[in-house]
């Protein structure tokens, strides 16, 4: 299933502002935003939370790569050009969780 298909399974994520991504330390790691260019991965990011008990853990960063689709390969083939999916990929190797946290809109 491709990305736009996926993002229209997914809960809506118009009752956010924003979601934190905290580290254990509960320091603020990234910030996506409910704006144009980040609406899908707020909708990611806010589905694999509330799956995982409002955490991102490795498989749940394994899951939003699955959900990303056909993106992933341009995020492997270009670091850096889609930071949200450059962040599962690191987070789906890894060992540790982070907490996601809800801003309200």
Do not use: C
Not at 13 to 21: D, F, G, P, T
């Amino acid at each position: 299933m491709n990305f736009a298909d996926r993002l229209k399974q997914l809960p809506s994520a118009s009752h956010l502002a924003a979601l934190h991504l905290a580290g254990a330390d509960g320091q603020v790691l990234a910030t996506i935003e409910n704006k144009p260019g980040q609406g899908g991965s707020l909708v990611v990011y806010a589905a694999l939370a509330a799956l995982y008990g409002g955490s991102i853990t490795p498989a749940a960063a394994s899951l939003g790569l699955e959900w990303y689709a056909e993106h992933v390969a341009d995020a492997r083939a270009f670091p850096g050009k889609h930071p949200n999916i450059d962040r599962l990929l690191a987070w789906a190797q890894g060992t540790e969780s982070y907490r996601a946290q809800p801003v309200a809109a």
